[in-house]
């Protein structure tokens, strides 16, 4: 089945460790980014790619990295969790070119205790 | 700055009609989406607007004024699984999508 799988599905992490992410897509989009939703709050960006290779900042960067070494698979790494950092991360992917919007995958629930 | 802005709750009676508005300040606009998203799930794309106007799709139907900066979503003949929570979304001019917070949209028996 098409579409982006995101890994783990859930995970509880004790503040100051480290933690990466996964994403990875099977559609060939060039555009990929990553998003936390809390509550009251909606989704905010995080960091996007917008082809292989190249990577920016969104609204919220602090504290996270990504890197974007092919068109498929699009980390996000927490070097140091915070507590603050404790939500659902959602990865998407796009076209990037305005056509079908964006295709999301299923969220990871974070904490960090 | 950029802007987008939808009510936070709203409350509607099973078999009813409702409409959920946004309305929103971008920097460049390249469309506005709607989606969806149930508790604890992900969100699903709904619909597209570029031009003004209406777009109907089945029960649900979306409009866009661009002089406006206004959309809705109307969702006709409500069922008990179309509560969750609905999300606004306009594309900006570098094809990046600035999100609303959503609304949450309860139905009642």
């Known amino acids: 089945t098409a579409g982006i799988t995101q890994a783990p599905t859930s995970q509880i992490l004790a503040a100051g460790r480290s933690m990466t992410l996964r994403c990875t897509q099977d559609?060939?989009?060039?555009?990929m980014y990553w998003y936390r939703q809390d509550l009251g709050l909606g989704l905010r960006l995080i960091h996007y790619?917008?082809?292989?290779?190249?990577?920016g900042k969104g609204e919220v960067p602090d504290g996270y990295s990504v890197s974007r070494a092919n068109t498929d698979d699009f980390p996000l790494t927490l070097a140091s969790a915070v507590p603050s950092q404790t939500s659902v991360y959602f990865c998407?992917?796009?076209?990037?070119?305005?056509?079908?919007?964006?295709?999301f995958g299923s969220g990871t629930r974070l904490t960090v205790v | 700055g950029q802007n987008i802005d939808q009510p936070t709750e709203m409350t509607a009676t099973e078999g009813a009609i409702v409409q959920i508005n946004c309305t929103y300040q971008?920097?460049?606009?390249?469309?506005l989406f709607w989606y969806q998203q149930h508790a604890g799930e992900a969100p699903t794309f709904l619909s597209y607007?570029?031009l003004d106007g209406l777009e109907e799709k089945g029960r649900f139907s979306s409009f866009l004024s661009r002089s406006k900066g206004y959309s809705y979503l109307l969702l006709k003949e409500l069922q008990m699984k179309d509560s969750a929570s609905y999300l606004c979304?306009?594309?900006?001019?570098?094809?990046?999508?600035?999100w609303g917070a959503g609304t949450k949209l309860i139905i009642k028996p």
């Open positions: 790619s917008n082809t292989a290779g190249t990577t």
């Open positions: 998407a992917s796009s076209a990037g070119d305005g056509s079908g919007g964006y295709n």
């Open positions: 971008t920097s460049g606009f390249n469309g």
């Open positions: 979304a306009v594309m900006d001019s570098n094809y990046q999508l600035i």
């Open positions: 607007n570029v």
């Open positions: 559609m060939r989009h060039n555009a």
